[in-house]
């Protein structure tokens, strides 16, 4: 029983940390249509941007904030520059943004080097519940991934800007027509996005260590949680599908190695899309 407790533990623990991780692509992906290829060096940038302010001396709260910020503004100039020529054409935004990816990939090489970095801890040890210890830096993570898509929730779904964005992905043109301004909303959601990738890059930066490739980890993973959870439902979508994704994993870990484990729940994604190919909650 203690084992079963410690698996569904882990389990939720890691689905908490990848649905932060995945987010900021569910929101850019979901709300604007935009196959961001470049979450992935967001989420590095992130955790460069943390490594390099705390290692400054900066508080690491505020080192993550400041990650958060400055990675919002690399997503707002090149939405602004590149992305808003090129919303109609999903395929194009899809090169686009891996250009941008292998392109931030070697910058961030040159300008911080290939070695591996750490970032301290802010909460080291754990918490002792008895028959299980829940890392505490790692629980607090999970816990501020909940508070995270609780309050996007709130704000999509309960102030007048949240009833913007939902009547401008329902009907775009209808929208328009009643005067919401298209271009400056789709740059808001892609700068929120991208600074929510920024955000989750610190957050894990603590973690794993920090190289230009971490957020390679988190990339493949990221687009398997939006879709197969179902693109646009970013709430109970991005839970579940970090959970299918996240927590599968860990359990099939138990019984096969790494490596076979995140091959057999890929295989089953790839039979879930097959069987219900916009994901397991579908639009309404």
Partial sequence: METIISVLVDATLITLV?????????IIYGLVGVINMGHGAMLTLGAYFTWATTTAGVPFILAVVLAALGVAIVGLLLEHIIIRHFYDKPFDTLLLTWAFFLIMTEVIKIVFGTDF??????????????TIKIP?????????????????????YKTNLGIKIRALIQNREAASLLGLNISRTYKFV????????????????PMLSV????????????????????????FGGT????????????????????????????????????????GILKKS
Wanted: charged share 5%; aromatic share 14%; proline share 3%.
């Fill in 190 to 205: 892609f700068c929120i996005g991208s600074g929510i990738a920024g955000l989750a890059g610190g957050l894990i930066s």
């Fill in 18 to 26: 990848l649905a932060l991780a995945a987010f900021g692509l569910a």
């Fill in 136 to 156: 505490a830096y790692k629980g607090a993570i999970a816990i501020f991934s909940l508070l995270l898509i609780g309050a996007t929730a709130f704000v999509f």
């Fill in 117 to 130: 970095r750490n970032v301290s801890n802010p909460l080291p040890g754990a918490i002792d519940f008895g």
């Fill in 239 to 278: 839970l579940i599908g970090s959970f299918f994704i996240g927590g599968a994993e860990t359990i099939f870990a138990l019984f096969s190695k790494q490596v076979f484990a995140q091959s057999i729940v890929f295989l089953l994604a790839i039979v879930i899309l097959r069987y219900r190919p916009a």
């Fill in 211 to 234: 190289d230009p490739y971490i957020g390679n980890v988190f990339l493949i993973r990221s687009f398997f949680v939006v879709i197969v959870g179902g693109v646009g439902q970013l």
